[in-house]
């Protein structure tokens, strides 16, 4: 009876449930290696690798001024591929370098933490007090700074730490544990000095949970929220559930949360004003905290992305991306060299992006734009972190010693390929200096 008339209805909504499913993964079986534009790859008169001895296995890199935060930890290469955990794995490490003097970088105290594993970093400028992400100016430096840094240890936390770049001074002020929230950090993103979201990805890619996870679809890792105004008393909550976050960003007044299985995620995200007095948030208890709202729009990738950084060089999101299953499997069983991608999101309705990497995506997801691609890693390999600032772009990865500097956005020279044949007619549009096509409707 089960294989009757009655039957069908139920096998088309399952075909109708994997083909919805299809398309919102990357499509890395049919994907394509972007066209080779000079511009975009690794070259010697273009990015050069500096300070290897120092910067080994690093997750993630931000760039504020003539300074950039580097986070790296050996236990990317040396833990136990099974348990994701190798006992006697040296700690790691959060860096302060003067990128543009190229001095000696700055290893910082965290408080005397034992089991150190630095994964995302963040800079907060401490500037006006109550300052929220939609007002905050990054392009004013400001010598003293809050750092908050994701510490994917067994017993997980969000260090806290201002540093003042003129002497050199750091202080540790808190870290963050609670059960609501700090789960297994992987990547941070402060609202406020005293607010901040997380990830927690369940110990991807080293982690079993991770990987059973990734592989079922189901979005066992959450996004968490932890508050701690008066630096003692740490409120938290769980946010929302997605499949695998491996980076968080605010643009725009958006949230993005990248999932490795799937793409990135736009979610809309309340800022309360910092006006309000402790009177309105005592009788509005919603207005005293970020409210997390519903998603809105998805983003489907052509590869699994790793990281999201918002350039407001370029004003639009960056994110990084393993190329595929078999490349992320080599590389996690100790393959010395893997691919490395980078790419901007380009958010329009009626842009279509002309980088041969999107040919795989349906007409209305191309939106990326390739910043750097290294298709062995002969170059550079595994990139796991890219910032564009000042008119360069900043790498690190964690099967590759030294930060990336390349002496280029990877957008003003990109040149449009030649367009395919098609019914419609098209024609090259420049917006803020990045060629794109457009078709006309």
Same mark, same amino acid.
């Given at each position: 009876?089960?294989?009757?008339?009655?039957?069908?209805?139920?096998?088309?909504?399952?075909?109708?449930?994997?083909?919805?499913?299809?398309?919102?993964?990357?499509?890395?079986?049919?994907?394509?290696?972007?066209?080779?534009?000079?511009?975009?790859?690794?070259?010697?008169?273009?990015?050069?690798?500096?300070?290897?001895?120092?910067?080994?296995?690093?997750?993630?890199?931000?760039?504020?001024?003539?300074?950039?935060?580097?986070?790296?930890?050996?236990?990317?290469?040396?833990?136990?591929?099974?348990?994701?955990?190798?006992?006697?794995?040296?700690?790691?490490?959060?860096?302060?370098?003067?990128?543009?003097?190229?001095?000696?970088?700055?290893?910082?105290?965290?408080?005397?933490?034992?089991?150190?594993? !630095?994964?995302?970093? /963040?800079?907060? !400028?401490?500037? %006006?007090?109550?300052?929220?992400?939609? $007002?905050?100016?990054?392009?004013?430096?400001?010598?003293?700074?809050?750092?908050?840094?994701?510490?994917?240890?067994?017993?997980?936390?969000?260090?806290?730490?201002?540093?003042?770049?003129?002497?050199?001074?750091?202080?540790?002020?808190?870290?963050? /544990?609670?059960?609501?929230?700090?789960?297994?950090?992987?990547?941070?993103?402060?609202?406020?000095?005293?607010?901040?979201?997380?990830?927690?990805?369940?110990?991807? *890619?080293?982690?079993? #949970?991770?990987?059973?996870?990734? #592989?079922?679809? &189901?979005?066992?890792? @959450?996004?968490?929220?932890?508050?701690? $105004?008066?630096?003692?008393?740490?409120?938290?909550?769980?946010?929302?559930?997605?499949?695998?976050?491996?980076?968080?960003?605010?643009?725009?007044?958006?949230?993005?949360?990248?999932?490795?299985?799937?793409?990135?995620?736009?979610?809309?995200?309340?800022?309360?004003?910092? &006006?309000?007095?402790?009177? %309105?948030?005592?009788?509005?208890?919603?207005?005293?905290?970020?409210?997390?709202?519903?998603?809105?729009?998805?983003?489907?990738?052509?590869?699994?992305?790793?990281?999201?950084?918002?350039?407001?060089?370029?004003?639009?999101?960056?994110?990084?991306?393993?190329?595929?299953?078999?490349?992320?499997?080599?590389?996690?069983?100790?393959? *010395?060299?893997?691919?490395?991608?980078?790419?901007?999101?380009?958010?329009?309705?009626? #842009?279509?992006?002309?980088?041969?990497?999107?040919?795989?995506?349906?007409?209305?997801? /191309?939106?990326?734009? @390739? #910043?750097?691609?290294?298709a062995d890693g002969a170059s550079f390999s595994g990139l796991s972190s890219l910032v564009?600032?000042?008119?360069?772009?900043?790498?690190?990865? /964690?099967?590759?010693?030294?930060?990336?500097?390349?002496?280029?956005?990877?957008?003003? %020279?990109?040149?449009?390929? *030649?367009?395919? *044949?098609?019914?419609?007619?098209?024609?090259?549009?420049?917006?803020?200096?990045?060629?794109?096509?457009?078709?006309?409707?």
């Open positions: 009876m089960m294989f009757g008339p009655a039957a069908i209805p139920m096998l088309w909504f399952i075909a109708k449930m994997l083909w919805g499913e299809y398309h919102k993964r990357p499509p890395l079986w049919v994907s394509y290696a972007p066209d080779a534009l000079p511009e975009v790859s690794f070259l010697p008169n273009v990015c050069g690798i500096h300070r290897p001895e120092t910067f080994q296995n690093c997750e993630d890199i931000r760039v504020f001024g003539d300074y950039a935060v580097v986070s790296c930890d050996p236990y990317r290469r040396q833990s136990n591929l099974l348990t994701g955990y190798k006992p006697g794995t040296p700690s790691g490490s959060v860096y302060v370098w003067n990128w543009v003097e190229d001095s000696e970088p700055v290893r910082l105290d965290v408080g005397g933490a034992t089991d150190f594993r !630095p994964q995302g970093v /963040r800079v907060w !400028p401490l500037g %006006e007090p109550g300052q929220k992400i939609d $007002t905050v100016d990054y392009s004013v430096f400001v010598d003293t700074v809050r750092l908050f840094i994701a510490n994917n240890s067994k017993n997980g936390s969000v260090e806290v730490l201002d540093y003042t770049f003129s002497t050199g001074a750091s202080e540790h002020v808190a870290s963050l /544990r609670h059960k609501d929230g700090t789960i297994d950090p992987a990547h941070v993103l402060p609202v406020s000095s005293s607010e901040v979201f997380l990830t927690n990805t369940l110990g991807y *890619p080293g982690g079993v #949970l991770g990987r059973l996870e990734l #592989l079922s679809a &189901t979005p066992l890792a @959450t996004i968490g929220y932890l508050n701690f $105004t008066d630096m003692t008393n740490i409120t938290a909550k769980n946010v929302g559930a997605v499949t695998t976050p491996t980076g968080i960003d605010y643009a725009n007044g958006k949230m993005y949360v990248a999932s490795a299985l799937y793409g990135v995620h736009a979610y809309e995200l309340y800022v309360p004003p910092a &006006t309000l007095t402790a009177e %309105e948030i005592a009788a509005n208890s919603s207005l005293g905290r970020m409210r997390f709202l519903p998603g809105e729009k998805f983003h489907r990738m052509p590869y699994l992305p790793t990281t999201l950084s918002y350039s407001r060089e370029l004003g639009g999101l960056v994110t990084t991306a393993m190329t595929g299953y078999v490349a992320e499997a080599k590389a996690l069983f100790g393959k *010395p060299q893997a691919p490395s991608w980078a790419g901007l999101l380009v958010e329009s309705d009626n #842009l279509v992006v002309a980088d041969s990497v999107t040919a795989a995506l349906k007409t209305d997801e /191309r939106k990326w734009q @390739t #910043l750097f691609y290294d564009v600032e000042n008119g360069k772009r900043f790498g690190v990865g /964690r099967y590759q010693d030294g930060v990336m500097i390349c002496n280029s956005n990877g957008i003003e %020279e990109v040149e449009l390929p *030649p367009a395919p *044949p098609a019914a419609k007619t098209k024609k090259a549009v420049e917006i803020d200096g990045m060629f794109l096509t457009k078709d006309e409707l």
